[in-house]
T-cell receptor, first 112, second 115 residues
Framework: EPEVTQTPSHQVTQMGQEVILRCVPI?????FYWYRQILGQKVEFLVS????????KSEIFDDQFSVERPDGSNFTLKIRSTKLEDSAMYFC??????????FGQGTRLTVV | AQSVAQPEDQVKVAEGNPLTVKCTYS??????LFWYVQYPNRGLQFLLK??????LVKGSYGFEAEFNKSQTSFHLKKPSALVSDSALYFC?????????????FGKGTKLSVIP
């Protein structure tokens, strides 16, 4: 069964460093998303991406964040200068075009 | 604005008993409703969805959910709980933004099934 895969499963980084979280969406999907879940809190939408551009972004997705689909298969989330409060589980999701989304296993980002 | 509420932080049931995890929503227009399950240190696994059609939706692992428009609810149910059902359950509301769909999640309900 096709699935969304994310790497790494856990990333530890120092405050101020740049991180790139990687995702391989399901191959025939056209819409890509990033969500995050701060420990103990609910899952929050960050950004959606379609046709090589951002469709929508939330208030959380400020100038420190960027997304890219560099090679037609990977979908990345970059945090330019990490802060302690960026520590969270980051989920990538993809969908064929409807409202159903399939999520990856997540990358746990720890900023120290 | 759209929102999802899961009024219970935790639900405990005995193995073999029926379980219900509650969810209510608020949205203008037609709702797209989902249930996801999260096991410890794992991602979000899709359980079931309501887009249109029958109000009773059947999903994975024997779960089902009933869409009730008048009560704006979408409660998750299972006739006979298993210990392995113990996990964190999220209700989510899908809506269309500028050319894409987003999910708004509830805060989650921790289900504990006691042997």
């Amino acid at each position: 069964e096709p699935e969304v895969t994310q790497t790494p499963s856990h990333q530890v980084t120092q405050m101020g460093q740049e991180v790139i979280l990687r995702c391989v969406p399901i191959s025939n999907h056209l819409y890509f998303y990033w969500y995050r879940q701060i420990l103990g809190q609910k899952v929050e939408f960050l950004v959606s991406f379609y046709n090589n551009e951002i469709s929508e972004k939330s208030e959380i997705f400020d100038d420190q964040f960027s997304v890219e689909r560099p090679d037609g298969s990977n979908f990345t989330l970059k945090i330019r200068s990490t802060k302690l409060e960026d520590s969270a589980m980051y989920f990538c999701a993809s969908s064929e075009g409807g409202v159903s989304a399939f999520f990856g296993q997540g990358t746990r980002l720890t900023v120290v | 604005a759209q929102s999802v509420a899961q009024p219970e932080d935790q639900v405990k049931v005995a193995e073999g008993n029926p379980l219900t995890v509650k969810c209510t929503y608020s949205v203008s227009g037609n709702p797209y409703l989902f249930w996801y399950v999260q096991y410890p240190n794992r991602g979000l696994q899709f359980l079931l969805k309501y887009i249109t059609g029958d109000n009773l939706v059947k999903g994975s692992y024997g779960f089902e959910a009933e869409f009730n428009k008048s009560q704006t609810s979408f409660h998750l149910k299972k006739p006979s709980a298993l210990v392995s059902d113990s996990a964190l359950y999220f209700c989510a509301l899908g809506y269309s933004g500028a050319g894409s769909y987003q999910l708004t999640f509830g805060k989650g309900t921790k289900l504990s099934v006691i042997p």
